[in-house]
């Protein structure tokens, strides 16, 4: 099956409360990557919360979305999970689970009240995430003469190319990612610049993103 070329996902998860007439809506959103990993994050937050009124929860898991489920815990149909993963979807997210959980405050919200709740504690949720867009690339390994450094270190830096590391030694070695739609033309700069000496070499492929400025493999 052929990789995604590019998709958002939390990174690192995050909890936010909001109070609505004394109820109180706690959101905690993880990264999932399968069925499995998403409802023992559900049964986690259960024990967490063992005493709430509901733990409702919502989540997007597989790389075409193959997991895709939405639960009220007796809230009253369709007003808690569905919410929850339309949230979810309307930010094109992809591998992330959410809770919500609900402390009763005594008063009856009504079917959009707890629409408006439900979806706001899982925004609210989300703005304490990190949130990272994952690119498929291809590792590529340039060679070159320590005379053509400047010119290559140039058009990496023109096309924003993020260096994964480097080595000198007789010859200058460095390894970097970047889409696979975007090699050619890499090539063909280097090759233009370098007449022909700059060698490169596929590594592999894999997906990245960029966190503080660092460059994450996964």
């Not at 999932?32 to 989540?59: G, I």
């Not at 979305?65 to 808690?80: I, L, N, Q």
Request: charged share 30%.
């Amino acid at each position: 099956m052929k990789m995604l070329e590019c998709f958002k996902t939390v990174y690192r998860g995050g909890e936010a409360e909001i109070v609505e007439k004394k109820s109180r809506f706690i959101g905690t959103v993880r990264p999932v990557e399968s069925e499995e990993e998403a409802f023992a994050f559900l049964e986690e937050m259960r024990k967490k919360y063992w005493d709430a009124t509901h733990n409702c929860f919502a989540f997007v898991a597989g790389e075409r979305r193959e997991w895709v489920r939405a639960a009220d815990d007796g809230e009253p149909s369709g007003t808690a999970g569905r919410p929850m993963l339309d949230v979810l979807l309307g930010e094109d997210l992809y591998n992330t689970a959410v809770v919500v959980t609900r402390y009763f405050g005594g008063t009856l919200l009504g079917t959009g009240g707890l629409v408006r709740a439900y979806s706001r504690a899982v925004q609210e949720a989300l703005k304490s995430c990190v949130i990272l867009e994952k690119r498929h690339g291809v590792r590529l390994e340039i060679r070159g003469d320590y005379t053509d450094l400047g010119k290559i270190q140039y058009i990496l830096g023109q096309r924003k190319i993020p260096l994964l590391g480097s080595e000198y030694t007789d010859r200058v070695l460095l390894e970097v990612i970047l889409p696979k739609a975007e090699e050619r033309d890499l090539l063909k700069a280097l090759t233009e610049a370098t007449g022909g000496k700059a060698v490169l070499e596929e590594k592999g492929e894999s997906y990245y993103g960029i966190i503080d400025g660092e460059v994450k493999l996964f």
